[in-house]
């Protein structure tokens, strides 16, 4: 079999070396049209608990790991002079030119063919039996042939830029900053002896308001904001010690998660995507390299298996690859969300809990309990200190309303509340004329974020009317949080997240985090979360 691999990225590379190793008689060719040694950004960051998948496959990484890495455990939140540490977070970072480096002379040593400088389309592939796209996220061959592969993309709002610095993190660390135009977060870890990579974050009207906006982003690859770079190593001096920003390519962008509806074809020629060409996940929870290196073990294992039938491999190969994707693309969505709010986060939280609202964003109290014991216990810790209970035992005064604890009972209509003493508080989806007494607004959450614009309208309105509290339900888990977090944060107004499927552990989090005051559901549900107390 004759292969083509389009794009010398660590996936094609490693794709490369698995299917010569699988087959020594399959001639593999890799075309990438940048030179051996090019390589923009800085760094690329394993999971621990991803990465027993890949040694098993071929040991190149973990040797690369071994010799070149760092390695750590603990998050690092630094906000407002503070630094709040999370145990149980075990990765490892390296250089990526070291990288592509390693990964180019073992795919060299197994016999494949890797030929830089060489800018290839389909129409230059036609003596190929398979052509592999891992020409990255701009991928030509996905675009010729998008109307039958179904691509798909949404572009978060959040600006972001890459650098590196001089200045060694210790691990995996988080540090903001409040500057004259707005609040500013670095994603900051070590990827060799003196190396650390540095990601900086904002929303729009902040990146706007600093006047970072002028370089134009439309240049060929190469320049580098350097007005952005003076900008953020003056915000940021406390944070690294005075120590320089590199760059490398660095210009701002917004992040774009691709989704594609099918990752390969068969006809006129047989096409497959591999990794940033078929599927992105923000970086903030997935790895683009970690996931193109796993698509590269399942194709390679998809073709050995079915070495006679190309389609069945192809099939095979999607099948097997794209739920661990999505799993990873439906947990990025909330943490990217994260990264487009956190400067009112930043504004409304003490540390503490900023870090745990944080770190909950894609994993629940008891789950983030087995992976970092001690970070948990203090955060439950600080709550009882200021309340004196547990978070769903804690009572909250609404004025008119005394309730004995975060926990409401919802009637079977969903149009009636019952908690504390009193008669049951009306819930309401308009604002009742006359409404002399005490009442709530009722809003249901959209099913989609294309439905968050107008929801955020009602709520203003319902806001605006002065209920005693608003009630979110519906729509799904991640809109419904938006909507209470919205209640609390920019109208000031208690919250109460209603959803009959929620368990205790999510009841939990949902009030430590800060994201609502109050969770509610029917009888049964609350029962249940009274048998699990």
Known sequence: MRIAVVGGGPGGLFFATLIRRADPSAEVTVFERNRADDAFGFGVVFSDRTLAGIHEADPVLREALDAHGRHWDEIEVRLKGERIRCGGNGMAAIVRRTLLGLLQERARATGADLRFETQVDLDDLAGYDLVVAADGTGSRIRTALEDRLEPSVQTATAKFIWFGTDYMFDGLTFAHERGPHGVFAVHGYPIGPDLSTFIVETDEATWRAAGLDAFDVTRPPGPSDLASKAYLEDLFADQIDGHRLLVNNSRWGNFRTRRTGQWYVTRPRPVVLLGDSAHTAHFSVGSGTKMAMEDAIALAGALTKHADDLPAALAAYESAARPS??????????????????????????????????????????????????????????????????????????????????????????????????????LHTSAPTPHAQPWGALITAPDDETGLAAAYTRLAGLAAAGPLLVAVRGGTAYTRALLTERTRLHHTLPALLVDDHLDRDRAITAVLSGRTDLVGADADTVSAWETTA
């Open 325 to 426: 994707v999505e799993a990873i693309q439906n947990a990025a969505r909330p943490s990217l969300g994260w990264w487009e709010q956190f400067g009112a986060y930043h504004d409304a939280f003490e540390p503490w809990q900023f870090a745990y609202h944080f770190l909950s964003r894609s994993i629940t109290d008891a789950r983030l309990a087995r992976r970092a014991p001690d970070f948990v216990r203090a955060t439950h810790d600080q709550w009882q200190a200021r309340h004196g209970a547990e978070p769903l035992d804690t009572p909250l005064d609404l004025g008119v309303r005394q309730l004995p604890s975060r926990v409401v009972l919802v009637g079977p209509d969903a149009t009636a509340a019952v908690g504390g003493t009193g008669d049951p508080l009306p």
